[in-house]
């Protein structure tokens, strides 16, 4: 394809796209897709010859889309949202065209220092102590895709502080000479502190649980008490995780609380704020991240709640030292003239490779300015709020947990309803919702009761949608 | 920004980009760009309010540019490509509009069947025995963002595989109880191979670096005498880390007399054939993977050679077992009625959240066909012999490797000048052509060599810029 088909091809992709975002609610939120459905359509075998860019797309249109589950769809209220916005797509669409690699200073040094004013850009959004001033309690920051891989670097990171790097050093033994490293998380903890914990090595019997309070926050007195007693033991206190926000009912694990705990044993403390670190841009929320300062990392999604495409997770360190002797590799062929001087990202993560993200994130945070940042993550919170009030309101109907930010956990509990049943009937209202297509929701299990999950972050949802996201939940009732 | 003003918006940047695709040539390839120099031109602080995107597209042409490395440009030979086209910009941009989240069947299931089709596909192109037929060994894929991430899960399967999942199975002890693995590769394994072992524990005293012959292909008798000294000495041999065409030089190490070393000890092979794997799409280079049925994992990376803009790696296994209880998590907030029938990917790598990269492989893959694919990659090898022979037909110039695909290394070594002032002229050569600008290129060392290396892969690249290339060296030797 030569650059005029690409300009022809661009301009129409361009149009589909600018259709899809203004009429996006005219699909179904969810795929109605069957397993196998769109395999069926593709072909075995890759074409000996080339193909037309236009039959391409129109096959794109014919036989994805259909398969395609709307998380751009203003009345998508599942998981945590992945958002995104036009300014982000515009910035995609320039990285990808660059093609840079982002791995090392020179290998594009506009890609590297925009990084870098980027994360400090958030970092003051989100009132996160940030940069160099001499004091060592200062953030630093990189961009990663996932806070799977970030946590899973603070992870590596804490293993290696704990041990004085002897899984890593020249000659170490690897963690098979570390003994038995220990990390705390409460149960609500995301799935990816237990994955990350399993390819750390840190084994399944060394996570432990911490209880939580009546609102699923960690309990800093327990944690306080289940480090003693491993230290009594003679086991290795090594890493505290605490969630900002838990990805079943957005509880606030208490920084305040559990950072002095970790200072006193000198555990690594990471925190995992992936939807909510958004919500801290705005004053009135700020306390959520109410002793950060007490951590040695921190990470949250601009790609969940900050209008910036899926992916683009800030990952922020207090010293880089650690990463940087963890995941360095310095071969001969990786190394320039610059490195005493500049930044390599490329020792700040485990991939190499590094796309060009921050371009993405400068356009977001410019074509919305910060005034407009808060304004819709204050509006998804009240969102929020207004719909848990709803819920509330309605005798049949209860709320399951508090609602600090932009989800709702409730169910549909009519007094008649055994626990059994009103599990059974609110696994099936959602399945029945969802395969409407109107809106898309997702559940969660709380003390083993099946719950309705609605989270509200999506770019594109009004007022509007959250009150029709009502009404066909309550309309599927009576059906 | 509404519809309209993104349709307006994203018609001027795709004029912009089909300009840049047809004009990349008049750039300068390595930016000149000083430490600092983009820094100061972006503020300290995010706006407050919104900035019109015409003045963002602005700045990103006057700021920005000038700091960027132009991985598009057809006279870029540095490191191994990350090359493009325009069929997966396109690919690009819609999976950026979707926004899609592939890390489950049901959150698009579009993207997850395409994902396996195209993995199939690409399993043929290379002649990888692929897709389930009853028999063990054949392989199955997925999509990761690079190869240093693949061979990462590689590591940890391997790790899991030798210990019976000790580290990992409910209960565990972690590999602190697993006693000293070991890893096999030859000193030319890429960097993220000692990376991935770092992040996974093994430990630098486990990692055992094999012998090379004389093309620095790794020694297989070498590998058994190791791997047997090991178990003698109470060692855990674990794993074997082959590379299909190393960083440094391009060398092939043979799997077909790996291979059996490895399975006859037991030991997990993974191959790294990150740049090569593309060129066994034709058959004349098929034999390159000859004995890559022994293997238990396989990487190459599209985004590398074949078309595909970074990030896309693609990642083979036999038997996603080992992944899935590796890496397999599963809160109830992820589970849906389909898990039993469908493939949900997000087991099969280290992040939760994946991208739709399918969408953009297959644009590529379909748009190119395969017969132009292999005109390019055998357009690109045929173009690393010609300079090769270029080389060798004059006196002051040294090849100094075996060049089995697209990849020159090479000095200019005049008779009169000693090891040490040809390693100093060859670094001085190196900085004046890539800071002129026409070219780039970097280097590796063999044996205390200073070595230039042309790594020809860029999309654009033709028979007139590696001519150019010669030209601009041998010019450059005379100033």
Request: proline share 5%; aromatic share 8%.
């Amino acid at each position: 394809m030569d650059a005029a088909e690409f300009r022809r091809h661009g301009h129409d992709v361009i149009d589909w796209i600018a259709d899809y975002l203004e009429n996006s609610e005219q699909y179904p939120v969810m795929s109605s897709s069957r397993p196998g459905e769109t395999a069926a359509l593709i072909p075995d075998h890759a074409p000996e010859e080339s193909e037309d860019m236009s039959t391409i797309l129109a096959d794109f249109r014919r036989d994805i889309l259909p398969g395609v589950t709307h998380w751009n769809h203003p009345r998508f209220f599942a998981y945590f949202p992945a958002n995104n916005s036009a300014p982000s797509v515009l910035g995609e669409m320039l990285s990808a065209a660059l093609g840079v690699n982002a791995m090392l200073w020179q290998t594009s040094p506009a890609a590297t220092e925009l990084e870098e004013k980027m994360m400090a850009w958030l970092g003051e959004l989100i009132g996160l102590p940030y940069g160099a001033d001499g004091s060592q309690d200062r953030f630093h920051g990189v961009i990663q895709d996932t806070a799977s891989t970030a946590t899973l670097c603070a992870l590596v990171c804490a293993r290696e502080k704990c041990t004085a790097f002897a899984v890593n050093a020249v000659g170490a033994a690897g963690l098979a000479g570390a003994g038995a490293l220990r990390l705390y998380c409460s149960p609500e903890a995301h799935s990816s502190v237990v994955k990350g914990a399993k390819i750390a090595g840190f084994g399944s019997e060394n996570i432990v649980l911490v209880d939580v309070d009546e609102s699923r926050a960690m309990d800093a007195e327990d944690l306080d008490r289940r480090i003693t007693t491993d230290l009594t033991n003679g086991l290795i206190p090594c890493c505290v995780v605490a969630t900002v926000g838990t990805t079943g009912t957005t509880a606030i694990d208490p920084l305040e609380r559990i950072g002095p705990v970790a200072r006193r044993h000198g555990l690594w403390l990471h925190v995992d704020a992936a939807l909510a670190g958004s919500a801290a841009i705005l004053p009135e929320k700020r306390w959520i991240l109410n002793g950060v300062e007490h951590a040695d990392s921190f990470v949250f999604n601009p790609h969940k709640w900050l209008f910036t495409n899926f992916d683009c997770s800030a990952y922020f360190v207090k010293d880089p030292e650690h990463l940087e002797r963890t995941m360095a590799i310095n071969p001969d062929y990786l190394q320039t003239d610059r490195d005493r001087e500049v930044r390599n990202f490329r020792d700040w993560g485990i991939p190499l490779g590094r796309r060009f993200r921050a371009l993405k994130l400068w356009f977001v945070l410019r074509n919305f300015g910060a005034r407009r940042l808060r304004e819709k993550i204050a509006g998804h919170i009240a969102l929020a709020e207004e719909f848990s009030g709803w819920v509330e309101a309605e005798p049949d109907w209860e709320l399951m947990a508090p609602v600090p930010l932009n989800t709702v956990c409730f169910r549909h509990r009519p007094t008649a309803w055994s626990e059994t049943e009103c599990n059974e009937r609110n696994k099936d209202l959602m399945d029945r919702v969802n395969a409407a297509g109107r809106i898309y929701l997702t559940h969660t299990t709380l003390d083993g009761r099946f719950t309705l999950r609605v989270a509200i972050g999506q770019t594109q949802t009004e007022r509007e949608h959250v009150v029709e996201a009502w009404e066909v939940l309550r309309e599927a009732c009576n059906q």
